[in-house]
């Protein structure tokens, strides 16, 4: 590969030919699909693990913590800005595979070339859409107006699916580069930097989950009166 940086490279085995990030990006590419990929590091024998981990994560904070806020009469905006930020709760716990021999390591990584991997993070993102639907379908019902249900959606549609996922993991990484470096939390010490790295990204995604409640709170009545004026200017102008 003559003298091609050393960062531009990826790691094989010295028994295959070394591959440039451009050269791995146009094989990923040409393919059109990571299923036809396959991560080395995957092992049939451990599918019970990961099935396990992916149960008890949909048990817990899929179902659990949803009904205990509906129980204990959560406020309506912590609780749309909470039901479809699953995916991003998942992505928190699943920072360097989760505990008890990487549990849950293939539980929402977009970037995984496994199907089974490829299968959890599809169910993430439904469970997510799936929540999101039934906030407005909620607020709809409940309010009699699908001009209200609709308004909230504005809000954490966008805080869900554009915004923090990419940065909680780029922050949980320096954190346990931190870790790592500053306070010799290493390898031998896998499951207290877990834990610390875990801790920083559920604070996080709480103050990311009470910000976007507030927005909601504080814009809704400004976004659902914008609808109002929109569907009376499409009525008026298209005769409906």
Known sequence: MGQQDQS?????PDSEKKMTRAEHAADIESKRTVLGLYDSSFNDKHISKYVLGLILYVVIFVVFVPYLMLRNNVSDEI????VPNVDMLATVLGYEGGPFSNIWRYLYN????????????TLMNYFALLGATFMVAWQTHKHKSWKRGWSAAFIFLLCTYLLPG??????????GDYL????????????????????????????????ESALIK???????????????????????
């Open 8 to 12: 531009d490279e990826l790691s094989t």
């Open 79 to 82: 609780f749309m800005a909470y």
């Open 110 to 121: 977009p970037s995984n070339l496994t199907l089974f991997g490829f299968f959890s993070t």
């Open 166 to 175: 990419n940065p909680i993991v780029i922050l949980q990484n320096r954190v």
């Open 180 to 211: 790592k470096g500053s306070w010799n939390i290493g390898s031998n010490e896998s499951l207290l930097r877990y834990a610390l790295v875990v801790g920083f990204g559920l604070i996080l995604s709480v103050c990311i989950i009470l910000i």
């Open 218 to 240: 504080s814009t809704r009545h400004h976004i659902e009166h914008g609808i109002h004026l929109a569907h009376n200017a499409v009525k008026y102008h298209f005769k409906l």
